[in-house]
């Protein structure tokens, strides 16, 4: 089959780089002339917890010629749209998108091409963009921590779908999710807490796990993101081997304590990650709030859940992203009234 990564970010970076080094055979498509020279150039390079460089092919959207049959979306959300239906013309007649975006993207997406050529990863990892063709390894880079939750929106062709998991699973374990929604659940949940803060303080996942002010607001909306899931009908999966909602969820004071300690120890493998909304901030472009945090709100009104604390993360990114706020854990007051 014919595949390709769509998206030289962040995450593109990395994935390409290990796919190419176990000797895959795929294109990086992107839309940035930058990104495809240096990628051609120079190869895909991994820096922070790993440290290797790699030649892969890379071409630009507007010039690939090429069908395929799996393509990988490693884009922003933001104008998903648009971008779905630039890749459905490359896309073979039965050719699928597999997205490993942040939130919920597959609906969008499915609207699209169909929710049979829909397919989604949770991504359990991360990594911060350097340069064109250069991102950092945040994660640790052992197999359990580069993880996939792997999953079908529609009834998907099963030989795409076991091809994508042998693919994926060059880099990293792969776990095919019958409960898909559960597993994109709990990566919301991660994202909402840890990126989520990591933007409204301007730090990395640990250093907001690490101070006791922001891991308040931390613990409350991962409370938030349970509550909202269980009024949903959606049962939160495990990830990397640990049950979130048996670790972090919480009615009596006594786990609520226990939930509060454990939060260092439950990011402690990606606690050098700073939050690709953050990256986004500071480079003066919007972020993906609306789709993390904000799709937490959105479920909590369709349900009836209060979702306070998600709610002004939102508020403090939005105003943040119109100057006037900056990123800095003096956010934390914002937040005062809401305990």
Same mark, same amino acid.
């Given at each position: 089959? +014919?595949?390709?990564?769509? @998206?030289? %970010? *962040?995450? !593109?970076?990395?994935?390409? $780089?290990? #796919?190419?080094?176990?000797?895959?055979?795929?294109?990086?498509?992107?839309?940035?002339?930058?990104?495809?020279?240096?990628?051609?150039?120079?190869?895909?390079?991994?820096?922070?917890?790993?440290?290797?460089?790699?030649?892969?092919?890379?071409?630009?959207?507007?010039?690939?010629?090429?069908?395929?049959?799996?393509?990988?979306?490693?884009?922003?959300?933001?104008?998903?749209?648009?971008?779905?239906?630039?890749?459905?013309?490359?896309?073979?007649?039965?050719?699928?998108?597999c997205?490993?975006?942040?939130?919920?993207?597959?609906?969008?997406?499915?609207?699209?091409?169909?929710?049979?050529?829909?397919?989604?990863?949770?991504?359990?990892?991360?990594?911060?963009?350097?340069?064109?063709?250069?991102?950092?390894?945040?994660?640790?880079?052992?197999k +359990?921590?580069?993880?996939? @939750?792997? %999953? *079908?929106? !529609?009834?998907?062709d099963? $030989?795409? #779908?076991?091809?994508?998991?042998?693919?994926?699973g060059?880099?990293?374990?792969?776990?095919?999710?019958?409960?898909?929604?559960?597993?994109?659940?709990?990566?919301?949940?991660?994202?909402?807490?840890f990126?989520?803060?990591?933007?409204?303080?301007?730090?990395?996942?640990?250093?907001?796990?690490?101070?006791?002010?922001?891991?308040?607001?931390?613990?409350?909306?991962?409370?938030?993101?349970?509550?909202?899931?269980?009024?949903?009908g959606?049962?939160?999966?495990?990830?990397?081997?640990k049950?979130?909602?048996?670790?972090?969820?919480?009615?009596?004071?006594?786990?609520?304590?226990?939930?509060?300690?454990?939060?260092?120890?439950?990011?402690?493998?990606?606690?050098?990650?700073?939050?690709?909304?953050?990256?986004?901030?500071?480079?003066?472009?919007?972020?993906?709030?609306?789709?993390?945090?904000?799709?937490?709100?959105?479920?909590?009104?369709?349900?009836?859940?209060?979702?306070?604390?998600?709610?002004?993360?939102?508020?403090i990114?939005?105003?943040?992203?119109?100057?006037?706020?900056?990123?800095?854990?003096?956010?934390?007051?914002?937040?005062?009234?809401?305990?």
């Amino acid at each position: 089959m +014919e595949y390709a990564i769509y @998206g030289a %970010g *962040s995450l !593109g970076i990395v994935l390409a $780089a290990y #796919l190419a080094k176990n000797g895959e055979r795929f294109d990086v498509v992107d839309r940035n002339p930058r990104s495809v020279k240096a990628l051609n150039e120079n190869g895909a390079i991994v820096r922070g917890k790993a440290d290797f460089c790699q030649k892969v092919n890379a071409v630009l959207d507007t010039d690939t010629t090429k069908k395929y049959d799996i393509v990988f979306l490693l884009t922003k959300q933001l104008g998903n749209r648009e971008t779905v239906l630039k890749i459905s013309k490359f896309l073979s007649e039965d050719g699928v998108i597999c997205t490993l975006q942040n939130g919920l993207p597959e609906q969008e997406i499915a609207e699209i091409i169909g929710a049979d050529r829909t397919f989604g990863a949770a991504v359990g990892w991360g990594a911060t963009r350097l340069d064109a063709g250069v991102s950092e390894l945040t994660s640790e880079p052992e197999k +359990e921590s580069l993880s996939f @939750g792997l %999953g *079908s929106y !529609g009834n998907g062709d099963k $030989a795409k #779908l076991d091809e994508i998991a042998r693919i994926l699973g060059v880099m990293g374990h792969v776990d095919i999710e019958d409960n898909f929604i559960g597993a994109r659940w709990v990566k919301l949940l991660i994202n909402s807490a840890f990126s989520g803060m990591s933007a409204v303080c301007g730090d990395t996942f640990g250093a907001v796990a690490e101070n006791k002010e922001s891991r308040k607001v931390v613990q409350r909306v991962i409370k938030e993101c349970i509550d909202v899931a269980n009024a949903a009908g959606i049962k939160i999966e495990p990830i990397q081997g640990k049950d979130v909602v048996k670790l972090l969820d919480y009615k009596g004071a006594l786990k609520k304590k226990i939930s509060f300690m454990i939060i260092p120890l439950a990011i402690k493998k990606h606690r050098l990650l700073k939050a690709s909304m953050l990256q986004d901030i500071e480079k003066g472009v919007p972020c993906e709030i609306d789709s993390i945090n904000g799709i937490v709100c959105g479920f909590g009104k369709k349900y009836g859940v209060a979702t306070p604390f998600n709610d002004k993360v939102v508020d403090i990114i939005h105003s943040i992203e119109k100057g006037e706020d900056k990123p800095s854990f003096d956010n934390i007051a914002q937040f005062a009234d809401l305990f």
